[in-house]
């Protein structure tokens, strides 16, 4: 701190159990290590899937979609530069060289990833979209192998399997009144995945370099600038949403935008790419759960089978060697 230059973590998170001077890990340290970023990218999933229930409330107050997620962008890069310039001003600043990726991370991976499964909605139902957009992680995996030489191995692939069919499961795709294939539903929903892959494979290249908080203050405030300049005069009837729908907007502000992906990122500090991707499938499971406790929605027996699987697929993870 106070140093006046960006504050750099390059491929080196700060915590108590990582060595210094190139040190070997203990295996129970590293086994420490390791499930401090399961456990942040878990807590991640979570918070994520909270933002049906605060929409929900949203919604209900007449909030306009396209509205709620220019706002909640912008909510949380105003929060987030407010905190930062307080508690460490140079986390606000990154290096020239590195602006274009975060400009690529703002736009794609974050603004165009709300407008794909925005999009994705209007056209097809939100099990189609949930399916399409939970492809996210078999890119990541793969593209993991390639761009951060991450391990492929057989563990890892039956954890994605499994994860993969519990969402299939848990989104109902079981049933054929809850699908509607379109092309252009399938289109915003195949690009609501894509862009979820970037948003994590940038967010894994930006915590080598950058604090978490730095990160989603870049990826975040892009992407507010970008959806502000979409809506533009429409943002302004926001003045005149009562205040239950405020506290809506600003708790999906904070807890399933800017808490949650911070957590996110600072998972990847941790643990592969494909790993911290796997665990987010707890978010359509935790959404499930919640929709059936707080609104009375039901589970089904399959739906019930497919967290089940996603679950199995997280302890497949965390018992790899």
Known sequence: MGNGKAVAHKNAPFSPFLPHGGATLPTTVKLLVIMKGFALAAVAAFLWATIGIF????????????VLIAIRAIIATLTLAIALAIADPNQLRVRPRHLPAFVVYGVVGTAMNYLCFFYALKYTTVATTEILLYLYPVIVTVAGVFFFKERLDAAKSTALALALVGCFLVAGGYDRELLRLNARGVAWGLGSGV??????????????????????????GIAAITLAGLVRGDILQALNYPLPAWVAIVCIAWFPTLLAYSLFMASMQYIEAGQASIIATLEPVTAALLAFVILGETLEPLQILGGALVLGAIVILSSRK
């Open 55 to 66: 929409a929900k409330v949203a919604y209900s107050y007449g909030v306009d979609a396209l």
């Open 195 to 220: 862009t979820a892959a970037v948003a994590v494979l940038l967010g894994k290249w930006a915590v080598g370099e950058y604090s978490p908080w730095t990160t989603v203050l870049y990826a975040a």
